[in-house]
């Protein structure tokens, strides 16, 4: 965690400019042509924040991967007063919601995790707490260094049961190795196909990228999770709720401890699931994840967005 002193501010007035775009996106898939589903994108406008890129260069970044797709785990992006300041709002937060991992564990049984609402997510969204904001300079850094537009998913793509939305949160006090094994999903999928279209930004005519594609190729758009950790006081991340990555197999390889304020970007198609828990039964505690779900799309058909950030990321430790 780093002291405010460590750290170059930006001035006042350089707030991220968030873009909301209810026209880009194409739907593909009739199933998802309902009442709930929106359309809408928020972009990040480029914007080279320096506290952004001095956080950048002050954090650790580890690298990992799960069948050659990506994780980064961020440490130390935070400074201390963020660090509490997230934790007073993820403790008096509102989550009125059970969420599940998918449609399928949810008819299994899996304990559901409390996520918040419509309208206590769209607060969230629009009038975030500081840290949040910092990943809004973050990610327009990141659209400015990567050639890319970077956007949200959109912001609800629902069918008659279940939708799958850009920002997501969960809490969770405790989880079982039954609930972490039906938990077990996907973000979406690339190469099964996505629901809908997504605008190719170097064609010189309105033209949308088949919905199958390699996430993150050569010129294809590139689809990552990014999920913040805040927790309680009293939580150690030796007692688990993190998240496991697994093989498409259903084995997992890799683990990610949840520790309050570190961040992970992930390619959203690893599967994975909410780590079991291990908190003495006396114990009472909490962790919340914040979720967004984030289309990097290239500004040029050379690029592939998964190798740009990768290289960035190398260059800049
Ligand atoms: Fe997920």
Redesign the pocket.
């Known amino acids: 965690m780093h002291d405010e002193a460590q750290l170059v501010h930006d001035s006042e007035s350089e707030s991220p400019k968030i873009r909301k775009d209810n026209e880009s996106i194409k739907l593909m898939n009739e199933k998802y042509n309902t009442p709930k589903t929106s359309l809408l994108l928020f972009h990040f406008d480029p914007h080279p924040f320096i506290s952004s890129k001095s956080r950048l260069k002050e954090c650790s970044i580890q690298h990992s991967s799960v069948e050659n797709k990506d994780i980064y785990l961020f440490r130390d992006f935070y400074m201390k007063d963020e660090s509490r300041d997230m934790q007073d709002y993820s403790r008096n937060a509102t989550f009125s919601r059970s969420s599940y991992g998918s449609q399928e564990s949810k008819e299994k049984g899996e304990e559901p995790a409390r996520s918040m609402d419509n309208k206590e997510k769209w607060v969230f969204f629009a009038k975030p707490p500081q840290p949040i904001k910092e990943i809004y300079k973050f990610l327009s850094l990141l659209s400015l260094e990567l050639n890319a537009d970077i956007s949200t998913l959109p912001w609800d793509i629902c069918d008659e049961k279940l939708c799958a939305s850009a920002v997501a949160t969960n809490r969770v006090e405790r989880s079982s190795k039954e609930s972490m094994e039906m938990g077990k ?1 996907e ?1 979406f999928n690339t190469e099964k196909g996505l629901p809908f279209g997504i605008p190719i930004l170097y064609s010189k005519e309105q033209a949308y990228y088949p919905c199958n594609f390699i996430n993150g190729s050569e010129g294809n758009p590139w689809l990552v ?1 990014f999920m913040l950790y805040a927790t309680a006081e009293n939580f150690k991340s030796s007692y688990g709720l993190g998240t496991v990555f697994c093989k498409k197999n259903g084995e997992i390889t890799t683990r990610v401890p949840c520790e309050h304020m570190n961040f992970v970007i992930f390619e ?1 198609d690893i599967l ?1 699931s909410i780590e079991e828990s291990t908190i003495p039964a006396d114990i009472h505690t909490w962790r919340v994840s914040y ?1 967004f779900k984030l289309l990097i799309n290239p500004k040029v058909p050379n690029k592939s967005m998964k190798e740009e950030l990768r290289k960035l990321l190398g260059d800049s430790q």
């Open positions: 999903h973000d999770s959203g994975h979720v």
